[in-house]
């Protein structure tokens, strides 16, 4: 596959060889090999970007990409032919030499489209959890019932297991996703005078399931060249980001912003020259915002809840399994396995599987609700579904009155986890980070008991834990997001929203609004006494706000879309506050204003800061003095870390996790970093600016945990990094300026752990390596793991770890 030669590099680096003796050898081509030798240099950096970033790659992308390295590949046949030309034929020189021009012009207008680097595509899974912390939870979460190994190594296995039973069960149960993929494909592929067709059914009935298999369709995708986009639109969408994307694609410029002015007189011209193009809309709620979403000359498909009959012609209704697919896939959630075994009472399991009424998501959520329970627990359940189905009400709210059933199964405090799902955005990943520092803070649990709880829902189908795979050991190939089906999110919220408003212990904004609810103005008069409050809305002014007070709120999440935020007045009334999660869901970053609120947080513990502008600190900032963890994820600095006279210990003295993901702009640390003595694990990812480390990183006595993940520009690490006694695992992977590793690396007595995966220049090893007495792993590449092999018999316990090339793309996809 062309593409896979393309990420792998392999192509470009033969070519630039080639190139480099064309101009060496051939008058009439040395200048176009010279101006391709710069151009493809240019292009190797961002080849390692989109591989090693974690972006998500949209369909049309890879389409790109594959047409690109199809251009490389006709260039490498071309520069053969060049240094197999005779000097003697000028003729067929001067041809070979403007073909090379071409060549130079084709490479010079997909890097013109490239760059800049950050914009290749909108990064969803970050890296959030650390070596040590991932060891620790082995060894206290050993003993669950979960299997043999680790719980991350079981949760893994879980998801892969998952996904092969549900592609093998659409073939041995899925009758109906079959018949209701071909009655779709019919209207996609065979109806061209169809532009706009659908596909319709109650939540959780499978709808995008059977959307996702579509794509997924041999036949669909060689009709459309495999230019299929996936966009899943939601109750509260960004219009105008979705129809610059949808338009962009048409064009094959995925970089239209949401402020581009589609030009109208060339929608109907395109429409008719265009390839041919899918567009698939998912979860659909609104007819004013599907009209906007359609554009000429491509066919739509439109996944809803409703029909639209004014705008689709043809609307496929997803129908409800049958009695023998329901049994089917209810026994494997139950039982794990298609059948009903022999101790079960059949009689009784067909009863439970009845009252679900042919629901994918119910049958999956009851059946592991149900596993490993006693006859009699079953039997209640039952009883309870049955007094669930009151006729009058439509059939999604009895979803919900049965899903309820599973929920009030869990124990209190899980129970409670999982209604906090219900504050996260519909329709978007829920980092783990950010949800397992809101169950610590609210529920005064520890992190291993957060993430006990995060797998007992994964394994009852009340979340879904999604990994997304990289090149290394499982600290790194593992990285871990959660989402949520609609239904269930709707539960959440269903349960939570209980009770008089001002009593709840969630305040929630179940969608974007423009402002916030009429109902919290009425009710405003009194205090909230919720512990959760969170807002979804676009842009807040100062005038937008009105007076609320929070006693009890101990979590505030801030969800909006917008260039610039007024940060809410009432933060000064929550004298609980102790996780604050601001995220700007804009394709710009976003000025925040009013930061004197962080006056009044004494009690703050946690701090999450998303795709904003982080302000200038000044004389009068306010210590944060309780603050533990701080994470910084696509934020612009704008030199305020370059600030002489910032002194970071005085404004968080207690601070012992410090995460900086994706930040573009930050060009080194300030030094006043190294006297950050509570400092226990330092992260700076992605942060491809970041040229240079403080020389006095080594003071920082406490820390445990050191990562420094796929910042291409840095070059040395301190020499004073020897001085980290404590220091427990290093990961310098992707570090591909990183020449070598300190001379005085051994005197680093507690190191456990390195990762130097991906670091190509580290040709040899310090003498003293063979000192780490504590090292017990080590991730590096083929080229080097033999530099280990001599440390090895000095170090009889060492586990070097060689890290595979893999071009597989799979990761990308959702």
Not at 97 to 109: F, G, H, I, P, Q
Not at 165 to 177: D, N, P
Not at 397 to 419: W, Y
Not at 656 to 671: A, F, M, R
Request: contains cysteine.
């Amino acid at each position: 596959m062309a593409v896979t030669d393309l990420f792998a590099g392999e192509i470009a680096t033969e070519l630039m060889k080639m190139l480099l003796t064309i101009s060496r050898k051939s008058c009439l081509c040395r200048s176009s090999a010279e101006q391709l030798i710069s151009s493809i240099g240019e292009l190797l950096p961002i080849i390692e970007e989109i591989k090693y970033s974690g972006v998500e790659l949209p369909a049309h992308r890879q389409f790109q990409l594959d047409r690109f390295s199809e251009a490389l590949r006709d260039g490498l046949e071309l520069s053969h032919k060049v240094l197999a030309s005779p000097r003697w034929n000028v003729y067929k020189n001067l041809q070979l030499a403007r073909k090379m021009e071409r060549l130079d012009k084709t490479v010079s207008r997909f890097l013109a489209g490239l760059v800049p680097v950050h914009v290749l595509a909108d990064v969803h899974n970050m890296r959030f959890e650390s070596a040590e912390r991932f060891d620790r939870l082995e060894r206290k979460l050993g003993a669950m019932a979960i299997g043999g190994g680790g719980w991350v190594e079981e949760a893994v296995k879980r998801v892969e297991e998952e996904e092969r039973w549900r592609e093998s069960s659409l073939v041995s149960f899925g009758v109906a996703l079959d018949l209701g993929k071909k009655k779709v494909k019919e209207t996609v592929v065979e109806r061209d005078d169809l532009g706009v067709v659908g596909i319709c059914g109650i939540g959780g009935s499978g709808k995008t399931t059977l959307a996702r298999e579509l794509c997924r369709d041999d036949q669909v995708r060689s009709y459309f060249n495999n230019r299929i986009l996936f966009l899943t639109v939601s109750q509260s969408p960004n219009v105008e980001q979705l129809r610059a994307k949808i338009w962009g694609y048409i064009m094959g410029n995925e970089y239209l912003g949401a402020n581009y002015l589609i030009p109208q007189y060339n929608l109907q011209y395109q429409g008719k020259i265009g390839a041919r193009t899918l567009v698939v809309l998912d979860d659909v709620w609104s007819l004013s915002v599907l009209e906007r979403l359609i554009f000429p000359g491509c066919k739509i498909l439109v996944v809803s809840r409703f029909k639209f009959p004014s705008v689709i012609k043809a609307t496929y209704e997803v129908e409800l399994l049958t009695e023998d697919e329901s049994l089917s896939l209810f026994c494997h959630s139950a039982f794990g396995q298609k059948s009903i075994p022999p101790p079960a009472n059949e009689n009784l399991v067909k009863q439970v599987v009845s009252e679900c009424k042919g629901l994918p998501l119910a049958l999956k959520v009851i059946g592991a609700s149900l596993r490993d329970q006693s006859e009699m627990f079953w039997a209640s359940a039952k009883n309870r579904l049955s007094r669930g189905e009151p006729v009058s009400e439509p059939h999604e709210n009895q979803l919900l009155e049965r899903m309820a059933i599973s929920v009030g199964f869990l124990s209190n405090r899980v129970r409670e986890c999982f209604l906090d799902l219900g504050s996260f955005p519909e329709d978007r990943k829920i980092p783990l980070d950010i949800l397992i520092s809101i169950w610590v803070q609210m529920h005064d649990i520890d992190e291993e008991e957060a993430f006990a709880i995060l797998v007992e829902l994964s394994e009852k189908n009340l979340l879904t834990l999604v990994k997304d795979e990289r090149a290394g050991d499982m600290y790194s190939s593992c990285l871990f997001s959660v989402t949520q089906h609609d239904v269930l999110r709707d539960l959440a919220l269903h349960s939570s929203n209980q009770g008089h408003i001002n009593e709840r212990r969630r305040l929630l904004m179940p969608r974007r609004e423009a402002e916030l609810p009429k109902e919290w103005e009425r009710n405003s008069d009194q205090p909230f006494n919720c512990q959760i409050v969170s807002i979804h809305t676009g842009e807040m002014r100062e005038k937008d706000w009105f007076h609320m007070d929070f006693p009890k709120a101990e979590v505030l999440i801030l969800n909006f879309s917008s260039k610039e935020y007024f940060l809410p007045p009432f933060i000064e009334n929550m004298p609980k506050l102790r996780a604050l999660i601001v995220i700007n869901h804009s394709t710009a970053n976003a000025a925040l204003q009013n930061f004197s609120v962080f006056t009044n947080l004494a009690n703050l513990r946690s701090l999450w800061l998303e795709k904003v502008t982080i302000p200038q600190f000044s004389e009068n900032s306010v210590p944060l003095k309780n603050l533990r963890k701080m994470s910084i994820v696509l934020c612009k600095f704008n030199s305020c870390l370059g600030q002489s006279d910032i002194e970071l210990p005085e404004l968080f003295p207690c601070l012992s996790e410090l995460t900086i993901d994706h930040c573009d702009d930050l060009v080194e640390l300030p030094s006043s970093i190294c006297g950050m003595h509570s400092l226990k694990t330092l992260s700076v990812t992605n942060c491809h600016g970041l040229s240079e480390l403080p020389a006095d990183l080594g003071k920082l006595e406490n820390l445990l945990i050191l990562r420094l993940y796929a910042c291409p520009n840095l070059k040395t690490l301190p020499r004073g990094i020897y001085k980290l006694d404590r220091l427990k695992y290093l990961d310098i992977s992707q570090c591909v300026n990183v020449a070598c590793l300190p001379e005085g690396i051994g005197k680093l007595e507690s190191l456990e752990k390195i990762d130097m995966s991906e670091c190509s220049q580290i040709m040899n090893l310090p003498k003293s390596a063979a000192s780490l007495q504590s090292l017990r792993h080590v991730v590096c590449d083929e080229d080097v793991s033999w530099l280990w092999r001599d440390v090895e018999k000095a170090i009889p316990d060492l586990h070097i770890q060689v890290v595979e090339k893999s071009f597989n793309l799979d990761w990308l996809n959702e």
